[in-house]
């Protein structure tokens, strides 16, 4: 499910089936130089994300990015949104990144962190067996996580 009206009315009616929170922590890079790779690993990631829900609509909600910059504090940042999403009445929270520095940061919920691969010189179905090599790395954790 995507964070519109639509689906969360849908969510509202079945919350008991979709106990699971998709959360992408996007870094946006500012100096010139590194933007071309910012905005790759942007479009990874979300095209990721994107993929994820629909693979699992019904079981997972996707929120929109959490985007920040690298002059941001990550244990700052990753306290508030501890706190914030704290009220949501999800029992699986998972933040998926391409920044490996969230590996080093404490957050309540799981990290998985993806390397950037850069989709935009890619065909179609190239790009979708990439994504779906993706997920077959991630889907274990996943699993792991709901048998618990």
Same mark, same amino acid.
Do not use: C
């Given at each position: +499910?995507?964070?519109? $009206?639509?689906?969360?009315? $849908?969510?509202?009616?079945?919350?008991?089936?979709?106990?699971?929170?998709?959360? !992408?922590?996007?870094?946006?890079?500012?100096?010139? %130089?590194?933007?071309?790779?910012? &905005? &790759?690993?942007?479009?990874?990631? +979300?095209?990721l994300?994107?993929?994820? #829900? $629909?693979?699992?609509?019904? *079981?997972?909600?996707?929120? !929109?990015?959490? =985007?920040?910059?690298?002059?941001?504090?990550?244990?700052?940042?990753? %306290?508030?949104?501890?706190?914030?999403?704290?009220d +949501? !009445?999800?029992?699986?929270?998972?933040?998926?990144?391409?920044?490996a520095?969230?590996?080093?940061?404490?957050?309540?919920?799981?990290? =998985?962190?993806?390397?950037?691969? !850069?989709?935009? &010189?890619?065909?179609?179905?190239? *790009?979708?067996? =990439? =994504? %779906?090599?993706?997920?077959r790395?991630?889907?274990? *954790?996943?699993? #792991?996580?709901?048998?618990?």
């Amino acid at each position: +499910m995507n964070w519109t $009206t639509k689906d969360m009315d $849908t969510y509202l009616q079945q919350k008991e089936y979709i106990d699971t929170l998709i959360v !992408p922590l996007l870094k946006v890079e500012t100096k010139p %130089e590194l933007l071309k790779n910012s &905005s &790759s690993s942007s479009e990874f990631l +979300m095209y990721l994300t994107t993929f994820l #829900e $629909t693979q699992f609509k019904g *079981r997972m909600m996707l929120m !929109p990015p959490f =985007i920040y910059t690298q002059s941001t504090n990550l244990s700052t940042f990753s %306290e508030t949104l501890t706190v914030d999403l704290a009220d +949501m !009445p999800f029992k699986h929270i998972f933040f998926i990144t391409t920044d490996a520095q969230w590996l080093s940061v404490e957050i309540k919920g799981q990290v =998985i962190w993806l390397p950037s691969i !850069p989709l935009e &010189s890619m065909d179609e179905k190239l *790009r979708q067996t =990439i =994504i %779906e090599d993706q997920l077959r790395q991630v889907l274990p *954790r996943f699993t #792991e996580v709901w048998s618990t």
